[in-house]
Structure formats: structure tokens, C-alpha cells
């Protein structure tokens, strides 16, 4: 009777499916990392504006004092 050794072919399966499990978790964490990028523009954009507001207001509210 001829034995086969099947050892091999289950480690690189297990290799390949390492691989891929490890280049999805590192694409996942990449969109994460965007997402969050995103945000805090997107929040940095926002903080900005409202600070100029306020700004804005607090220099009118001082040359209406001064009249």
C-alpha cells in the first residue's frame, strides 16, 4: 500500500489562509484608520469655522460696547 503524506499540502493551506486572515485584519485596519482620518478633518473643519464665528461675534459685541 502507497502512504501519502498529506502533511505538507494542510501546512500551506493553513499558511495561505494565515496570510489572507492577516491581509483582510491589515485592509480592515486600514479603512479604520480612514474612516477615523476622516472624521477629524472633517471635525477639525468644523471647530475652525465655529471659531471664526465666535470671532466674528465677539468683534461686533465690542464695537457695539464701544458706541
Known amino acids: 500500500m502507497i502512504r ?3 502533511l505538507p499540502v494542510r501546512e500551506k ?4 489562509s494565515t496570510r489572507k486572515m492577516f491581509s483582510i ?4 485596519l486600514g479603512l ?3 474612516v ?3 472624521f477629524h478633518l472633517s471635525l477639525s ?5 465655529v471659531e471664526a464665528q465666535i470671532k466674528t461675534y465677539n468683534d461686533e459685541i465690542r464695537r457695539l460696547k464701544i458706541d
Open 4 to 6: 501519502i503524506n498529506l
Open 13 to 16: 493551506k493553513k499558511k495561505e
Open 25 to 28: 485584519l491589515a485592509l480592515f
Open 32 to 34: 479604520v484608520a480612514l
Open 36 to 38: 477615523i482620518a476622516f
Open 45 to 49: 473643519s468644523q471647530i475652525s469655522q
